[in-house]
C-alpha cells in the first residue's frame, strides 16, 4: 500500500506556482521522497526527489518539513503542459528501492 | 535524466497468443527494472521487480508463469505475456533503476509504456 496522502485534484491558473502537497507521516529515517507525474497515456516522469533537505531542479522545489512527515512539490511557472497526475512515493533508496505508486493528485493547469 | 526505451509503444494480439515487451536503458546500466500494469483510471500496479542475472521477484498475485521476465543484460529486460487473454488487456510500464548498492540517493526513469490489447 502507498504510505502517503495527496488531494486526489487541484487547479492552477497558467504562469502561477502550483504547490502540491503530500503528507507522509509514516516515512522512516532512510526513505527517501520521490515526485514523478505521469501526463495521459504517457510513462511517469521523474521530477525531483529528497531525504530531509530542500531540493530544487530545472523543472520543480521540493520543500520537505524538519519533521519529515509532509512534503510540497512545488512548480514555480505552471503551464498548461504541466497538466498531468502528480505521484508522490516515499521509498528508500539502493538495493531495497521500491516505487509503490498511489492515486495521486491530478493537477489542472487553467488557462 | 537518463532514457528508457519499451518497444512496442502498443500492440493487438489475438487471445491465447503470446507478447513479447521490451525494456532499454539507453545511457546507463540497469541491474534492476520493474515492471509495471496500468488500468484505465487507475494507478501504476507493480508486478514485478527484474534482476539482471537472476529471477524475478514478483508481487503477490502476479503469476510468474504467465508473466515471463528475462533480464539477460545490464540494459535489456523483456515481460512476455503468454497465452494472453483480454483481461490482460491493459498498458505495461517498464522503469530502469539508476544508481544501486550502497549508494542509497537512486532514481527510476520510465518507459514510454506499452498498450497491449487482446482481441
Known amino acids: 500500500d502507498a504510505k502517503t496522502t495527496q488531494p486526489p485534484s487541484m487547479d492552477c491558473a497558467e504562469g502561477r506556482a502550483a504547490n502540491l502537497p503530500c503528507n507522509h507521516s509514516?516515512?522512516?529515517?532512510?526513505?527517501?521522497v520521490y515526485w514523478y507525474r505521469q501526463i495521459h497515456s504517457q510513462g511517469p516522469q521523474y521530477i525531483i526527489h529528497g531525504l530531509k533537505n530542500n531540493e530544487t531542479n530545472e523543472m520543480a522545489s521540493l520543500i520537505i518539513t524538519e519533521d519529515r512527515k509532509s512534503s510540497t512539490l512545488i512548480l514555480p511557472h505552471a503551464t498548461l503542459r504541466d497538466t498531468a497526475v502528480y505521484y508522490c512515493?516515499?521509498?528508500?533508496?539502493?538495493?531495497?528501492?521500491?516505487?509503490?505508486f498511489g492515486k495521486g493528485t491530478l493537477l489542472t493547469v487553467n488557462p | 535524466g537518463a532514457v528508457v526505451s519499451q518497444h512496442p509503444s502498443w500492440v493487438i494480439c489475438k487471445s491465447g497468443t503470446s507478447v513479447k515487451i521490451e525494456c532499454r536503458s539507453l545511457?546507463?546500466?540497469?541491474?534492476?527494472m520493474f515492471w509495471y500494469r496500468q488500468f484505465p483510471k487507475q494507478s501504476l500496479m507493480l508486478m514485478a521487480t527484474?534482476?539482471?542475472?537472476?529471477?524475478?521477484?514478483?508481487e503477490q498475485g502476479v503469476e510468474k508463469d504467465k508473466f515471463l521476465i528475462n533480464h539477460a543484460s545490464l540494459t535489456l529486460s523483456t515481460l512476455t505475456v503468454t497465452s494472453a487473454h483480454p483481461e490482460d488487456s491493459s498498458f505495461y510500464i517498464c522503469?530502469?533503476?539508476?544508481?544501486?548498492?550502497?549508494?542509497?540517493?537512486?532514481?527510476?526513469?520510465f518507459g514510454q509504456g506499452t498498450r497491449l490489447t487482446v482481441v
Open positions: 527484474s534482476n539482471e542475472g537472476s529471477k524475478a521477484t514478483y
Open positions: 522503469s530502469a533503476l539508476k544508481g544501486r548498492g550502497k549508494n542509497m540517493n537512486t532514481e527510476a526513469f
Open positions: 509514516t516515512i522512516s529515517g532512510n526513505e527517501y
Open positions: 512515493i516515499v521509498s528508500t533508496g539502493g538495493s531495497n528501492y521500491k516505487l509503490t
Open positions: 545511457d546507463f546500466q540497469a541491474t534492476t
